[in-house]
C-alpha cells in the first residue's frame, strides 16, 4: 500500500487538514481512550460507537473554537461535518494501533516544542515552567499522561499519512505519452451550419405552438419564490470588540429562542426590520453582492423547512466580519406555469429556434455525405488553423475530441459534430504534425498533474482500505439535534 505515491506533501497537506486534527493542543478532543456513555450509537468503528453526544459535544467545543454560538453547534451539517472528522480520526486510530507505529521519545519532545502555548512555558533562562503546565492542562481537563498520550497518537497519524505522501509513482513514460498526444497539432477547416441562418425559412403554425407549450410546461414555470423581512447587526468600528461579541451572541440567542418573530431582537437591540420581494432559490435579484439576501447561507436557511415551512427566523448568519443576519418568511409563492397568452412570444421562439436548428443539421449532414464522397474539396470552408490540446484555438469538448479521434492514416478526412441550440460544423483535418519545439514547463506540470490525480486515488483507496479493516458500520442516521443538546 505504501509503495505507490511518493513526493505528494504539498497534495496531502490538504488531505492532512481534513484528516489530521491536533486533539492535544490545549483545546481539543480530552483522550481517545475515553469513550462517552453508550448513548445513542451513530455509527461503529472496529465495534466502538461514536454517539450522539459525543458529536454534540465535539460539535460545541468546535463552535467555540471558531467563535460560533449554540445555534451552529446545533445544526445539522455543522454537526454531520463533525461526524465525518470523528469517523475519520477513529479509522486513522484504527490502523495507527493495527500497524503498531511507534513514536520516538525525541520525535515527542520536538513535536511538543512547535506549539506556541509550550514554548511560551519555557522561562528566559530556558527552563520549563512545569507549574504553568500542569495548571494550563488542568484549565483545558486534562492531565498530563492524556496530553503526552495525545501528542503521540496525532504523531503516529502523521507517520502513517507521510509514510502514504512519501510512496513515488513511477509513471515518466506515461507522462512523455499523454504530453505528446497533447502536443500533437492537426490542421483543421470548418464550415458552419448556424440555426440562425435558417430562421427565415422557419414559421410555425398556432396548432404547433399551443402543441409544444402543452407538452412543455415545465419551460414555462415560474418559480418559487418568498418575500422575506430580516434584521442586520453590524459592528461599529469605534464599538470595543468585546461588547460587539457580546450584542452578537445577544442577537444570535434571541432570534433563535425567540424564533416566531424578530421585533423582540430588533427592538431590544434597536435594529431596523427590512424587507424583500421575490427572492428566489438564487438569491434576490437586482442586489448588490455584499446585500444579505445574496447570501447562499441565508437563502439557503429560508429554504430550508424550519423557516419556510415552521415560519420561524433562519439561524444567525455572519455574512462578513462584524455582520450578521437573520431572516424570516412573509409569505411563500409556489412555483406555477405561466398563461399561454404570457409567454407566446417566447413559444414562438422556442420552436422557431428548434426547427431552424434541425435544418442546418439536416443541412450539414448533406454537405458531410459529399464530403466523404471528395474530401479534396474545400468550397465554403475558413481558412486552415493549427490546433492542439494544448492549444485549442475556439475548439473545446466534443469538437476537439472528434477532430483528435480521426486517424492520421486517411487525411484529409471530415466529421460534423453537432453543437445543441446553435446548429453543427463540419470540421476538416488535412494534416499532423509535432510541434517544432517543445515546452519543457508544460511537460512539468502535466507529469505534476497526473502524478496529483494518482495520488488522490491511491489515497482514496488507502482509506477505504482501512474503512474496511476496521468494520465501519452506520448504526442510525444522525439527526437534529434537540435544543440544549450541545450543551449538555
Sequence with gaps: MFDSVRKHQRLLQFVLMLFIVPSFALFGISSYSEFMD??????????????????????KRQAERVGGNVQIAQSLPFRQAILNELLQQRILGFAVSDLRLQVGKQELVNSLQKIPQIR???RQDGTFDDARFKQLLASNGMNEEQFYAGQSFDLKI???????????????KLSEIVSSLYETERQIQTLQFNAKDYLAKVNPSTEELQAFYDANAKLFEQPEYIDVEYIMLKADPKEDSKAFNEKADQFANMTY??????????????????????VTRGGATGVSRDHPL??????????????????????????????FVSARVLTFYPAQVLPYKEVAAEVRRQVSQRAAEKLAITAANERLAVLQKDPKDTTGFSS????SRNKPGSLVGTSMDEVMSISANGLPAVVSVSNPGIGSTIYRIDQVRQPSTVDAKVHQAQAQQIQALAAQSEFAGFMSYWRNSAGVKVINPLKQASTGSAGS
Design 384 to 387: 486552415p488553423t493549427w490546433i
Design 294 to 323: 445574496a447570501n447562499a447561507k441565508v437563502v439557503q436557511s429560508l429554504y430550508g423547512d424550519e423557516a419556510l415551512k415552521n415560519k420561524r427566523n433562519t439561524e444567525a448568519v455572519q455574512i462578513s466580519p462584524g455582520v
Design 158 to 172: 502523521q507517520q502513517l499519512v507521510n509514510s502514504v505522501a512519501r510512496t513515488e509513482l513511477a509513471s515518466p
Design 257 to 278: 429562542d425567540q424564533s416566531d418573530s424578530l421585533k423582540p431582537t430588533a427592538d431590544k437591540l434597536k435594529l431596523s426590520i427590512q424587507t424583500q420581494k421575490g
Design 38 to 59: 453508550k448513548e445513542t450509537d451513530i455509527v461503529k468503528v472496529n465495534g466502538k460507537p461514536i454517539t450522539a453526544q459525543e458529536v454534540d459535544a465535539a460539535a
Design 120 to 122: 511560551a512555558l519555557y
